[in-house]
């Protein structure tokens, strides 16, 4: 299986890159895995992904950080977002949102097409601004019902839906979806227990 690991930053797979000794840059290709590193948003990851995803790849595995809006997951706990969906892509119609689909333009949602058990599985919104305010915090859970939210996600399933390749989305909770609060965050422990998970997956994957 040849594998593509994407991710937005280095940051998030510093222990990656160390475990499988590997230079710290953008892109790094090996016999068995690939990593791409994006950039922050929908848009660097859509542009990387232009320049670099073909179908010599088995499986695009998107991995990062992420924050909750559901506070049964621990911080630092590990989810398989399974669906996630645009959820800024469309337009307002005074008080209400259309989404895209609505509009007649395309769809927003996409789901992931490869299976693994071991994590629970989640719903993810990818937005442009993740949300820091209690009324649009409350305006999205009604529209869409996520459990997290992060800024790459519904980019790289759209890509890999586009060429039919199998994608895989995991990330780890580093905040739950308040006001903004980062003394509360738990960046380091959602980011070590990615590394480890990750680590772990390649090992499995290329054996």
Same mark, same amino acid.
């Given at each position: ?7 937005a930053?280095?940051k998030?797979?510093?222990k ?5 000794d ?7 290709k090996?016999p068995?895995?690939d990593?791409?590193?994006? *950039?922050?948003g929908m848009t660097?990851?859509a542009?990387?992904?232009g320049?670099?995803l073909?179908k ?5 595995l998107?991995?990062?950080i992420?924050?909750?809006?559901d506070k049964?997951?621990p911080l630092? *706990?590990?989810?398989?977002?399974y669906?996630d969906?645009?959820a800024?892509?469309g337009?307002e119609?005074n008080?209400n949102?259309?989404t895209?689909d609505e509009l ?10 490869y299976e693994i058990?071991n994590?629970p599985?989640?719903k993810g919104?990818?937005?442009? @601004?993740?949300?820091?305010n ?5 305006t999205?859970?009604?529209?869409f019902?996520p459990?997290?939210?992060s800024m790459e996600g519904?980019?790289v399933?759209?890509?890999?839906e586009?060429?039919s ?5 995991i990330?780890?909770?580093s905040n739950?979806v308040?006001?903004?609060? @980062?003394?509360?965050w ?5 980011i @070590?227990?990615?590394?480890?998970w990750v680590?772990?997956?390649i090992?499995?994957?290329?054996k």
């Open positions: 299986m040849k594998l593509l690991v994407v991710a930053t280095q998030e797979l510093t990656v890159y160390e475990h499988f590997l230079a710290e840059q953008d892109f790094i090996t068995n895995f990593i791409l590193i994006t *950039g922050v660097t990851t542009f990387s992904l320049q670099r073909d010599s790849y088995d499986l695009v998107n991995v990062g992420a924050g909750s809006f049964n997951i630092g *706990g590990l989810v398989n977002i669906k969906t645009f800024e892509l337009a119609d008080n949102f259309l895209i007649g333009f395309g769809k927003n949602t996409f789901q992931s097409n058990n994590l599985k989640v919104i990818t937005v442009n @601004k993740v949300h820091g209690s009324k649009s915090i409350e999205i859970t009604k529209r019902q459990q997290v939210e519904a980019a399933f759209y890509a890999c586009q060429l390749i199998p994608c895989l989305q990330r780890s909770i739950y308040t006001p903004r609060a @980062k003394e509360t738990e960046i380091g422990l959602a @070590k227990n990615l590394n480890d680590i772990d997956f090992t499995q994957k290329i």
